[in-house]
């Protein structure tokens, strides 16, 4: 580490320690707002935060992640083929390295993968259908979180243990022979369980897909520590549709229910496990989080025109620590140290032969990469929470942590048509991330006002460094930087009916590291994010019978670099838009409870147009999507309920893209009925 970060570090780290040796003279007051269980932040701070419980989790029995998430603001998440999609959240939808690296996921406050080793796909392998609540954070995350929350995180919080004996069941079936149940038990033991079962026939040709997933949780007391131990696992089983090509081609039905890659598949395991532990120490709590992680996936690469096979894995395993004290009434201090060690491999082998052109032999048979990389992560960081007054609160805090890498290939250095292997060596990087924000709630007003800066960092992924191509030179990946300005508002107004949240951002990217159109990778790019994000939810009459909810966003995602290759055909000029990024972004519902017995919903999900390429040459119109829900309770432990997916039968693309020369889609799933139950047993 630099010796101005490891300064700044231990400057920052030396300080919140004196702060909490002198807590020990200063008389504890009540604690200030204090952050979720698991959580980034609390509505309480500033920054732009949103959560769904469980009503809502359960209601919208979402068969993919997207579902869910797209009701709020500033969340794109593209479905693709079976559980397959790709994550947008406060900025373009991302693919590769950016897409692996500018998210960070995490399970009751664990992140799901070790920083280098990220996942596209990464929503699949959390238990997001039993969920307690979901915890949506836009923007850099928090001191508390260090790479790969760039653009946001997402924190799938699992329900602890009710010591009391119950079992609560959901079975649904569709008419696109999709069938799922979630069973969710608890024990007076202090044992908690949820499994979720899915078996899907898919609705194009060969598309089947089957996972499970469980998650497990038991609460105890030992030694005087609070502590709650917790596993999750899930399995994916998915035949694999591969894009549709040509111009609009997503609105003709047989070639939208078409395969054109029946070959293609994806397997994927992954496990993780957590034990936390919390007691009061001096004057404050410490929170120490030993953690366990492995995956291993191995998938047909449809969406290359070469194809081929990807197999790849990690394992880790780390400690999250936190020691939070109130050195007054008006001052919260937390300090904590982090440490990720772990170990990944990935092999890529190219089956059948491939040529653009005869003679082409960019695209040899064979292995193209066979390596492992070591990783190690560790970090210390700081947060302090001062109440200037009654009024208004500061947050502010500092992270840094540095990457070491040590990679070894077992593939043959050098060239290799068109991919380039490195030999054996080692990497390191240094990040620092401040945050700086106040929140100001005028004394009798149900509204808050914040300002909020954050940086966000990631360290490369390890396909980003020894991944590489002829064009690249060795090690050319560094660390991404993104700074972020918001400010927003948020409260109740009309006698509490309408609750409201409004957020405006900008933010600067540095050492974007993408995939271009020709499937080239760009080392260096810089790009300029700034929006307008809103939520708002409207009990109209006053009680609770019809309420209007909804979200918009607009966002204006810019390349603010200028690149031309002569070998491509793609030019990007500072000023273009970053393709797949809609201007527009909307979630409108409409909700009637006549009786506490039945409930009615209408919905409709807005994506506007957006640029396919980087060079902006080819665009998608968007779409307008409809869904109706309803539900009946007939006691209060049975409840019937059917889901109306497109209600309208819309032909649309679920991802729309231009790359390798032509337009490629996946097409979105047509109109469709879920019938379910939901049963509760005490």
């Known amino acids: 580490m630099p010796l101005r970060h490891l300064l700044a570090t231990s400057a920052s780290f030396a300080i919140v320690s004196a702060f909490a040796a002198h807590a020990q003279q200063v008389q504890t007051g009540e604690r200030l707002q204090p952050v979720m269980v698991y959580g980034d932040r609390s509505p309480e701070q500033p920054g732009s935060v949103a959560t769904l419980d469980t009503e809502t989790i359960a209601t919208i029995d979402a068969d993919h992640p997207a579902e869910i998430l797209n009701q709020l603001p500033g969340v794109n998440i593209q479905m693709n083929s079976g559980q397959e999609h790709l994550i947008?959240?406060?900025?373009?939808?991302?693919?590769?390295?950016?897409?692996?690296?500018?998210?960070?996921?995490?399970?009751?406050?664990?992140?799901?993968?070790?920083p280098a080793f990220g996942n596209v796909n990464s929503l699949f392998e959390i238990h997001h259908e039993t969920a307690e609540a979901i915890e949506i954070v836009r923007g850099p995350g928090s001191a508390k979180y260090g790479s790969n929350a760039v653009h946001g995180l997402i924190n799938i919080i699992q329900g602890e243990p009710t010591f009391g004996d119950s079992l609560d069941t959901r079975t649904s079936g569709s008419t696109l022979g999709r069938y799922k149940a979630d069973l969710t038990g608890n024990l007076s033991s202090g044992l908690r369980a949820s499994l979720s079962l899915q078996d899907d026939t898919g609705w194009r040709d060969n598309t089947g897909v089957e996972q499970q997933k469980l998650s497990v949780a038991y609460a105890f007391d030992a030694a005087g520590w609070d502590g709650l131990a917790w596993v999750s696992a899930s399995n994916l089983n998915q035949e694999t549709a591969g894009f549709i090509e040509g111009y609009k081609a997503y609105r003709d039905d047989d070639i939208a229910s078409s395969n054109p890659n029946p070959e293609a598949y994806r397997d994927a395991q992954w496990a993780m496990g957590a034990v936390r532990l919390s007691r009061e120490i001096g004057p404050g709590e410490l929170t120490?989080?030993?953690?366990?992680?492995?995956?291993?996936?191995?998938?047909?690469?449809?969406?290359?025109?070469?194809?081929?096979?990807?197999?790849?894995?990690?394992?880790?395993?780390?400690?999250?620590?936190?020691?939070?004290?109130?050195?007054s009434d008006a001052l919260t201090l937390r300090i904590g140290a982090d440490a990720d060690i772990a170990s990944g491999w990935l092999k890529e082998t190219q089956l059948e032969p491939f040529g653009f052109f005869p003679g082409d032999t960019r695209f040899p048979v064979g292995v193209h990469y066979d390596y492992e990389v070591d990783t190690t992560v560790l970090a210390l960081w700081s947060e302090l929470e001062w109440a200037v007054s009654d009024t208004v609160t500061v947050l502010a805090g500092l992270r840094g942590e540095t990457h070491d890498y040590d990679y070894s290939t077992a593939a043959p250095p050098g060239p290799n048509g068109r991919f380039l292997v490195p030999d054996d060596r080692e990497d390191s990087f240094d990040l620092l991330t401040p945050k700086l924000g106040a929140i100001w709630t005028p004394e009798g007003s149900a509204v808050s006002y914040y300002a909020n800066y954050a940086r966000g960092e990631r360290a490369p992924q390890a396909s980003d460094l020894y991944r590489l191509q002829s064009q690249q030179g060795i090690a050319e990946a560094d660390v991404e930087t993104m700074d972020s300005f918001e400010i927003g508002a948020r409260g109740t107004a009309l006698g509490d009916r309408l609750a409201f949240d409004v957020a405006a951002y900008h933010a600067e990217k540095e050492n974007f590291f993408f995939r271009d159109s020709d499937g080239l990778n760009v080392t260096d790019g810089s790009t300029r994010h700034q929006g307008i994000e809103a939520q708002a939810s409207w009990d109209v009459l006053g009680d609770g019978v019809f309420t209007v909810s909804g979200t918009a966003t607009y966002g204006d995602?810019?390349?603010?670099?200028?690149?031309?290759?002569?070998?491509?055909?793609?030019?990007?000029?500072?000023?273009?838009?970053?393709?797949?990024?809609?201007?527009?972004?909307?979630?409108?519902?409409?909700t009637w409870r006549p009786?506490?017995?039945?409930?009615?919903?209408?919905?409709?999900?807005?994506?506007?147009?957006?640029?396919?390429?980087?060079?902006?040459?080819?665009?998608?119109?968007?779409?307008?999507v409809t869904?109706?829900?309803?539900?009946?309770?007939?006691?209060?432990?049975?409840?019937?309920?059917?889901?109306v997916r497109n209600l309208f039968d819309l032909n649309y693309a679920d991802r729309a893209d231009f790359a390798f020369g032509g337009n490629r889609y996946f097409p979105g799933e047509p109109l469709n009925a879920t019938f379910g139950v939901r049963k509760r047993f005490d």
């Not at 869904?627 to 889901?643: H, P």
């Open 88 to 114: 947008a959240l406060r900025s373009p939808v991302l693919t590769g390295g950016a897409g692996q690296g500018s998210f960070l996921i995490l399970q009751n406050g664990v992140p799901t993968r070790s």
């Open 557 to 590: 995602h810019t390349y603010t670099f200028d690149r031309i290759v002569a070998s491509g055909s793609e030019v990007i000029r500072s000023g273009n838009e970053v393709d797949t990024a809609p201007d527009w972004l909307g979630d409108l519902r409409l």
């Open 627 to 643: 869904s109706a829900r309803a539900s009946y309770a007939f006691t209060d432990d049975l409840e019937a309920f059917v889901i």
């Open 595 to 624: 009786t506490e017995a039945f409930e009615a919903s209408l919905s409709a999900e807005y994506i506007g147009e957006y640029f396919t390429d980087p060079g902006n040459t080819r665009t998608y119109p968007g779409h307008t």
């Open 288 to 327: 120490l989080t030993p953690f366990y992680r492995w995956q291993e996936m191995a998938f047909a690469q449809h969406f290359l025109p070469n194809g081929g096979v990807e197999e790849n894995g990690h394992d880790a395993f780390g400690l999250q620590s936190k020691y939070e004290v109130e050195a």
